[in-house]
T-cell receptor, first 114, second 109 residues
Framework: DAMVIQNPRYQVTQFGKPVTLSCSQTLNHNVMYWYQQKSSQAPKLLFHYYDKDFNNEADTPDNFQSRRPNTSFCFLDIRSPGLGDAAMYLC?????????????FGPGTRLTVT | GQNIDQPTEMTATEGAIVQINCTYQTSGFNGLFWYQQHAGEAPTFLSYNVLDGLEEKGRFSSFLSRSKGYSYLLLKELQMKDSASYLCAGMDSNYQLIWGAGTKLIIKP
């Protein structure tokens, strides 16, 4: 089945220790997104890629970086995690501009910072 | 500015009907989405409306009024497994989703 895969599902890191989260997709969608979601809050868009074009949200901290080496894979790097970065990180994909526009989500990576 | 408003929490009884409302303001408009999110899991797509009116999909229906900036999600014959958060999201002119914080739906036996 076509899907969005995220690894790992759970990640524990120490304060200030870099961490990388990965996402892959078999949907062949051209748009990929990284969201941060904290408990009982809306998903917060960090970045998205439209094909190879990288789009950084204005309020995404510099501590967060992303890479998309090819259509199928995308990575989220947190250079120096702080306690406030503990959250669920969601990867999603969609197809644009022709649609359908719904975003398909991976299962998420829950990040704990100790 | 862009904004999505929906109630924080609702309670309903198993077997009943519940309507979750959403009002939206987006820069341009390319449709309104509803997602279901169980605790600790990722959102899953429920519905997409871009034209006014009601879209029915099994026990779930979604309604849109573009002139009022208003949508609702209607859930019929509620089951315990419907206990979840329901997220409303408007798509703006850049095809980006503006998300609401979600409505936590509690189903009681």
């Amino acid at each position: 089945d076509a899907m969005v895969i995220q690894n790992p599902r759970y990640q524990v890191t120490q304060f200030g220790k870099p961490v990388t989260l990965s996402c892959s997709q078999t949907l062949n969608h051209n748009v990929m997104y990284w969201y941060q979601q904290k408990s009982s809050q809306a998903p917060k868009l960090l970045f998205h890629y439209y094909d190879k074009d990288f789009n950084n949200e204005a309020d995404t901290p510099d501590n967060f970086q992303s890479r998309r080496p090819n259509t199928s894979f995308c990575f989220l790097d947190i250079r120096s995690p702080g306690l406030g970065d503990a959250a669920m990180y969601l990867c999603a994909t969609s197809r644009a501009p022709d649609g359908p526009y719904e975003q398909y989500f991976g299962p998420g990576t829950r990040l704990t910072v100790t | 500015g862009q904004n999505i408003d929906q109630p924080t929490e609702m309670t309903a009884t198993e077997g009943a009907i519940v309507q979750i409302n959403c009002t939206y303001q987006t820069s341009g408009f390319n449709g309104l989405f509803w997602y279901q999110q169980h605790a600790g899991e990722a959102p899953t797509f429920l519905s997409y409306n871009v034209l006014d009116g009601l879209e029915e999909k099994g026990r779930f229906s979604s309604f849109l009024s573009r002139s009022k900036g208003y949508s609702y999600l209607l859930l019929k014959e509620l089951q315990m497994k419907d206990s979840a958060s329901y997220l409303c999201a408007g798509m703006d002119s850049n095809y980006q989703l503006i998300w609401g914080a979600g409505t936590k739906l509690i189903i009681k036996p």
